[in-house]
């Protein structure tokens, strides 16, 4: 059975592919970005705020009938594309299915080269928060 975060990644693949250059692609990050829902206060705080990443995005997520949601925001316009984009490949699924995934849209939609160094770094430490997330409410869910 396919894993539904890996098929996730394949249909943004598929999506982005679409967009020829890019400068297309940015500005359809940057469009994503503007549809990100708004970030519910609780999760504006310090301590929700992604570690590695230069500009602030703040990262929160919580478990809904055994499926984590995430809810995030950047004050950097690129960066809330590449939420919206984490948000759409790994919100709503089961803790088991993020942590078990492969992440590899990275690679496949060149984002490894066409990012700057940090803003690649900042994505890796977006998604290592995810999965962090994921675990922690894979945990909880085992408690009760």
Not at 73 to 89: E, Q, T
């Amino acid at each position: 059975m396919t894993n539904p975060v890996e098929q996730r990644q394949r249909d943004i693949i598929e999506e982005f592919a679409l967009l020829p250059t890019w400068e297309e692609r940015y500005d359809y990050l940057i469009e994503m970005g503007k549809g990100l829902p708004p970030l519910p206060e609780r999760f504006r705080t310090d301590d929700h705020i992604v570690k590695g990443c230069q500009s602030r995005v703040w990262l929160g997520s919580e478990l809904q009938d055994g499926r984590v949601n995430y809810y995030a925001d950047s004050d950097a316009l690129i960066v809330k594309g590449l939420i919206a984009l984490l948000l759409h490949i790994f919100s709503g699924q089961r803790p088991e299915d993020i942590l078990g995934a492969r992440v590899f849209f990275m690679e496949e939609m060149g984002f490894d080269k066409f990012l700057s160094m940090t803003r690649a770094n900042g994505l890796m430490a977006m998604i290592k928060q995810i999965r962090m997330d994921a675990m922690a409410h894979k945990k909880t869910a085992h408690e009760h």
